[in-house]
């Protein structure tokens, strides 16, 4: 990517700009994004928050999005309205610029259901994936206890995902939608996070499935492509061994942590 300038405000005066970084939070926004841009042509513009700078705690952003993280949009045609938080950007979305439901339901059953999904992913898959990386990359010290519960919840949270795509191609009513977006970015790094995406063969089909789709793969790249993807880090196991040689030693690490504290790998 370009070295761009650090974002200081707004910069669009119509349509939505998205305030963004590349994860899979941030990817949320951009794939549905691509997606209604390629389903209804509607355009967008986003800027690139460098959260490793902090961007997202300056006062400009916080006035937009309070809780000073990425992804936020803003709606210049309704008056400069601002939304925060994965779920209420897909909902938002979807409501006000997907007509044809191409992404979201009509049936009120549905949208509980793609709702439960998507609260599922906020409550469960996120935080969990998200400690998981924490304690077995950045944190400090290697705190085994730590290792082995967030890893070992969103093993626990990854078999729930198998589990409900046993039957079906896509999270709800068998039609790719904006509960599938809400946890794909999560399972879009999950080897990253210390998870055999072998052992669940029905969540490797859906991951691949919805990766193929070529608005996920631009919404991906927005600001960026990284290479903390599945294929991505396989390919580095690969390529480098410096690499391979430090996941190894992590897995390791993580297996030595959950054979100390008892954990078995349990999911219904
Ligand atoms: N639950 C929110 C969480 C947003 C979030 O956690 N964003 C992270 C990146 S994935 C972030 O901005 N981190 C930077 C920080 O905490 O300052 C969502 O789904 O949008």
Redesign the pocket.
């Known amino acids: 990517m370009a070295e761009q300038k650090r974002p200081t405000g707004l910069i669009a005066n119509k349509g939505i700009e998205l305030l963004t970084?590349g994860?899979?939070?941030?990817w949320?926004a951009s794939i549905i994004l691509e997606e209604l841009k390629e389903a209804y042509g509607m355009d967008y513009t986003w800027q690139a928050i460098n959260?490793g700078q902090?961007v997202?705690?300056e006062d400009w952003f916080t006035k937009l999005g309070p809780?000073?993280?990425?992804?936020v949009i803003v709606d210049h045609d309704k008056g400069g309205f601002a939304v925060?938080?994965?779920?209420a950007i897909l909902a938002y979305l979807t409501r006000h610029y997907d007509p044809e439901h191409k992404f979201s339901f009509t049936d009120p059953l549905d949208i509980s259901r793609a709702e439960q999904w998507m609260a599922w992913q906020?409550g469960g898959l996120?935080p969990m994936q998200?400690q998981a990386n924490h304690f077995n990359r950045f944190a400090k010290e290697r705190i085994p206890y730590g290792m082995q519960r967030y890893t070992g919840e969103t093993e626990r949270l990854a078999g729930i995902l198998d589990t409900q795509l046993k039957t079906n191609d896509y999270l709800v009513g068998n039609k790719y939608s904006i509960a599938d977006i809400a946890s794909f970015g999560w399972v879009n790094i999950i080897s990253f996070s210390g998870i055999d995406l072998e052992q669940f063969p029905n969540l490797k089909k859906w991951w691949k499935r919805i990766s193929e789709r070529p608005a996920v793969q631009k919404g991906l790249a927005i600001p960026s492509k990284g290479s903390f993807d599945n294929d991505s880090y396989q390919q580095r196991l690969k390529d480098e061994p410096e690499f391979a040689a430090k996941e190894k030693d992590l897995r390791e690490a993580i297996q030595k942590a959950k054979e100390q504290y008892g954990y078995v790998f349990k999911s219904p």
């Not at 925060?84 to 779920?87: A, D, F, K, S, V």
């Open positions: 970084w994860t899979p939070n941030g949320k959260i902090n997202q705690k809780n000073g993280r990425i992804p925060q938080e994965g779920l906020h996120g998200g």
